[in-house]
């Protein structure tokens, strides 16, 4: 039919979660902390003072949390693994209990048809870790890949996927330089170094896991937003480029080409130095890959900032050394989390992305929108809202596709309500409506709707 968007007969439809968000039993059978474990207990840092303790109680619960999977018709589920459960110091003896609960979680998954995606790294990282440096440390970077052979020796043969870390410039720069995620620190410097180590972490463990996951493919996860110019000044334009060389290409060309974008990284070094880089890094870190995962939730207009900056030091906000000013509308449709809702941005930033770096096969490994959603009388969740950002951005991926992008697969964020982070309990991203005081799961509309998507491997045109 005409109003048909139909995707390609292999096209992979899942949906995600991240250990911390969902599991809860933070301190059962022998885990670990983490330092989202201490940044949650620390008063001031998450809404309501949140914490991820019980969260979703999978833990307890995986069983019927994957028969809601096969229910939805899900062909893949993206999860992470919590390093701490299985090294509670973060290198060292592996704990079995840990490792279990994740062989037990994949043959579930297996035996209902799902395929399972892992990710190594979703930001909890062992305290015992950050008590010797987190990611500032460089031996950190050693002791991930150490735990990436364990994950592959004990899963490679079952995975489909294995993810290296999700979303590092969140980990690195909201992490350590602006100090709203784990664990708060709040220095430019900082986030500069951490991001390195993170990706020498990354090209560590592929490097790992060549040697004992051979039947699955590997690859990493990243949040991409190519931005919009306000105008087409050389201004606006420059402040554009400035944004994407932060967000986007500081990680993605030393993945895939070996290299970070020259005038960043030299006016980083002019901060930091340059001995955090050492030789043999950036081949370290250009390892091969088989995919690249996208997060795309939003895009911004951007603007050159017009009001004169101090010099830059190490103390410097990210925002300011970022010198571009947000000037997206604030009348444009929005969702809660007050991101600007894009479809349009999605289907651009695939293309860009297949343009700058080749025919990488790419995953969109995360996207959805949080609403206002609640338990009607009749014990629905009507989620319209949900459903129409959807839409747009599959549609969106529908055109991609048709543009020659090597687009494999969709994963929904998220399977569950969660534990958003330091927005606590107040963001409902679900497809799957939590009722965090009976535990409680109820499938939104959207969730019956990407049922239907999924079974017709189609949606109708927007």
């Keep these: 039919m005409e109003n048909r968007l139909v995707f390609p007969q292999d096209f992979k439809w899942g949906a995600a979660t991240a250990s911390y968000q969902i599991e809860g039993a933070a301190h059962e ?62 290198t060292g003896e592996v704990n079995e209990a840990g490792l279990d609960f994740y062989r037990r979680l994949v043959d579930e998954v297996l035996e209902h048809g799902i395929k399972p995606a892992a990710t190594l790294y979703h930001w909890d990282l062992p305290q015992a870790l950050e008590d010797q440096g987190g990611w500032l440390n460089r031996a950190t970077s050693s002791y991930f890949a150490d735990y990436a052979r364990v994950i592959g020796e004990a899963l490679g043969d079952r995975l489909e996927n294995i993810i290296t870390l999700n979303e590092p410039w969140v980990s690195s720069f909201i992490g350590y330089t602006t100090g709203h995620h784990a664990p708060g620190k709040q220095d430019l410097g900082d986030g500069v170094i951490a991001a390195h180590h993170l990706l020498l972490g990354h090209g560590l463990a592929v490097e790992s896991l060549r040697g004992v996951a051979k039947s699955c493919e590997v690859g990493i996860t990243v949040n991409l937003s190519v931005a919009i110019p306000a105008t087409s000044s050389e201004l606006d334009v420059k402040a554009a480029s400035r944004h994407d060389d932060q967000l986007d290409r500081w990680f993605l060309d030393p993945v895939l080409k070996g290299q970070y974008p020259a005038g960043l990284l030299k006016e980083y070094v002019s901060l930091v130095g340059d001995d955090f880089i050492h030789e043999g890094d950036m081949t370290t870190i250009n390892a091969d890959i088989d995919f690249l995962g996208i997060n795309y939730y939003t895009r911004n207009i951007v603007a050159a900032r017009k009001q004169p900056h101090e010099p830059w030091t190490r103390q410097t906000s990210l925002g300011d050394f970022s010198d571009v000013d947000d000037v997206t509308p604030h009348a444009a449709p929005r969702t809660t989390k007050e991101w600007p809702i894009d479809p349009d941005g999605l289907h651009d930033l695939l293309v860009w992305v297949s343009k700058n770096y080749g025919a990488i096969p790419l995953y969109v490994t995360e996207n959805g929108a949080a609403f206002i959603d609640y338990v009607d009388q009749s014990g629905s969740v009507h989620d319209s809202e949900r459903v129409d950002y959807l839409q747009g951005h599959f549609a969106a991926a529908h055109r991609a596709l048709e543009e020659g992008v090597n687009l494999r697969g969709y994963f929904v964020w998220s399977l569950f309500d969660n534990f958003e982070w330091a927005d606590g309990y107040s963001q409902r991203f679900g497809l799957v409506f939590i009722d965090y005081h009976t535990q409680e799961r109820i499938m939104k509309d959207s969730a019956h709707w990407y049922k239907l998507v999924i079974s017709e491997n189609a949606i109708d045109q927007p």
């Design 29 to 90: 059978d022998g885990k670990g902390l983490s330092i989202w474990d201490t940044f949650s207990h620390t008063p001031g840092k998450t809404l309501h003072g949140d914490t991820g303790d019980v969260a979703c109680d999978h833990y307890h619960r995986f069983a019927s949390d994957v028969k809601i999977m096969a229910d939805l018709g899900l062909q893949a589920y993206r999860f992470s693994i919590s390093w701490p459960r299985i090294f509670p110091d973060g």
